[in-house]
């Protein structure tokens, strides 16, 4: 299996992971656990969203977090803009980096953005250019690669055609999403053998969400097809609000576990993760998903001694290692 020596996890645990909560976060309480995420390691955080107040309430201070978080200039802070007006509030609020985004089938774009792909490509178009011209870089997300929750299977033609349009206005790179999480590792290999092809030189994020707990193995395909860079959400936090039942962003904690078993590089301080996966989780009043948090839960209020908690982690990344070798091969053989 082919691994590369180091990946980049962008954390949208703040913007993708709050969207969809039904409790209130605090504004004080999303910039402490933000400057949290901060000093992780973490290259890239998703600081919040300038959609409409109306439509993503959870994110209706993103103004005020933008302004009052603690920059740390080792950390790109990008956030998601819908539009002209999003991008000015963004740029006035403190961006690195824009994140636009649509669908690429028609009726998820309708639900999403109440607008056709025809309609909604000048709109990206004219943001990409403006936050071009402020000298800030562009993130462009595209949902429903692999499924829709209204169409069925994706044409992997029509993500190509979204795709090259918002190269051409610009972007930086494409996150290429698995909107419902049900995208299982041979799909993976049908898209991105085409992706690579098609966009050679180009760069490609992976977005995968874990309804059916397959993000991890598709990760790993990924990974074998070059992709080095995924946004995670911490504690896996997160869905989408017009993608009926789909779950969070595959969690961040278990992604490091993955690549630290595999002896991947990603700068990310385990400890500091662990405790800012704890701190959003308390303010939240709810268990996180993420299975290595809720595992490290399970060994704390054991009180088990730091050496043999280490021990044990090491264990058990040689045992995910083995594991995801063994599920990787049988994909294949599936997909052969």
Same mark, same amino acid.
């Given at each position: 299996?082919?691994?590369?020596?180091?990946? /980049? +996890?962008?954390?949208?645990?703040?913007?993708?992971?709050?969207?969809? /909560?039904?409790?209130?976060?605090?504004?004080?309480?999303?910039?402490?656990?933000?400057?949290? +995420?901060?000093?992780?390691?973490?290259?890239?955080? /998703?600081?919040?969203?300038?959609?409409?107040?109306?439509?993503?309430?959870?994110? #209706?201070?993103?103004?005020?977090?933008?302004?009052?978080?603690?920059?740390?200039?080792?950390?790109?802070?990008?956030?998601?803009?819908?539009?002209?007006?999003?991008?000015?509030?963004?740029?006035?609020?403190?961006?690195?980096?824009?994140?636009?985004?649509?669908?690429?089938? /028609?009726?998820?774009?309708?639900?999403?953005?109440?607008?056709?792909?025809?309609?909604?490509?000048?709109?990206?178009?004219?943001?990409?250019?403006?936050?071009?011209?402020?000298?800030?870089?562009?993130?462009?997300?595209?949902?429903?690669?692999?499924?829709?929750?209204?169409?069925?299977?994706?044409?992997?033609?029509?993500?190509?055609?979204? &795709?090259?349009?918002?190269?051409?206005?610009? &972007?930086?790179?494409?996150?290429?999403?698995?909107?419902?999480?049900?995208?299982?590792?041979?799909?993976?290999?049908?898209?991105?053998?085409?992706?690579?092809?098609?966009?050679?030189?180009?760069?490609?994020?992976?977005?995968?969400?874990?309804?059916?707990?397959?993000?991890?193995?598709?990760?790993?395909?990924?990974?074998?097809?070059?992709?080095?860079?995924?946004?995670?959400?911490?504690?896996?936090?997160?869905?989408?609000?017009?993608?009926?039942?789909?779950?969070?962003?595959?969690?961040?904690?278990?992604?490091?576990?993955?690549?630290?078993? +595999?002896?991947?590089?990603?700068?990310?301080?385990?400890?500091?993760?662990?405790?800012?996966?704890?701190?959003?989780?308390? #303010?939240?009043?709810?268990?996180?998903?993420?299975?290595?948090?809720?595992?490290?839960?399970?060994?704390?209020?054991?009180?088990?001694?730091?050496?043999?908690?280490?021990?044990?982690?090491?264990?058990?990344?040689?045992?995910?290692?083995?594991?995801?070798?063994?599920?990787?091969?049988?994909?294949?053989?599936?997909?052969?």
């Amino acid at each position: 299996m082919r691994w590369p020596k180091e990946v /980049e +996890l962008k954390e949208v645990g703040p913007r993708d992971g709050l969207q969809n /909560e039904p409790g209130w976060v605090n504004t004080e309480h999303k910039v402490a656990w933000i400057n949290m +995420l901060s000093n992780t390691g973490i290259k890239e955080i /998703e600081y919040s969203s300038f959609v409409h107040p109306k439509w993503i309430p959870a994110l #209706k201070d993103a103004r005020e977090v933008g302004r009052q978080i603690k920059r740390n200039p080792n950390v790109t802070y990008s956030a998601l803009v819908p539009n002209q007006k999003g991008l000015e509030h963004a740029l006035e609020a403190g961006i690195d980096r824009a994140s636009v985004f649509m669908s690429a089938t /028609e009726t998820h774009n309708l639900k999403n953005i109440n607008k056709s792909i025809d309609e909604t490509l000048p709109i990206m178009k004219q943001v990409i250019q403006d936050a071009k011209a402020a000298n800030k870089k562009v993130t462009a997300y595209v949902s429903t690669v692999f499924d829709c929750p209204f169409e069925g299977k994706t044409d992997v033609n029509q993500v190509l055609k979204v &795709a090259e349009a918002l190269f051409e206005y610009g &972007a930086d790179d494409i996150s290429l999403g698995d909107t419902i999480g049900s995208a299982v590792p041979n799909q993976i290999e049908e898209v991105l053998e085409v992706v690579n092809q098609y966009f050679a030189n180009k760069d490609i994020i992976m977005h995968f969400h874990d309804t059916r707990g397959m993000a991890i193995a598709n990760i790993v395909t990924s990974m074998n097809y070059g992709m080095t860079r995924f946004d995670t959400s911490i504690g896996g936090l997160g869905g989408c609000p017009y993608a009926p039942g789909a779950a969070g962003n595959v969690a961040t904690n278990d992604v490091l576990y993955l690549m630290n078993g +595999l002896g991947i590089e990603t700068n990310i301080d385990e400890e500091k993760l662990l405790k800012a996966a704890f701190y959003i989780q308390n #303010k939240l009043n709810k268990k996180l998903p993420s299975r290595s948090l809720m595992y490290e839960l399970s060994q704390m209020s054991e009180g088990i001694d730091a050496d043999v908690l280490e021990q044990k982690r090491r264990r058990k990344r040689d045992m995910m290692y083995d594991f995801l070798k063994y599920q990787y091969d049988i994909f294949k053989k599936m997909a052969q």
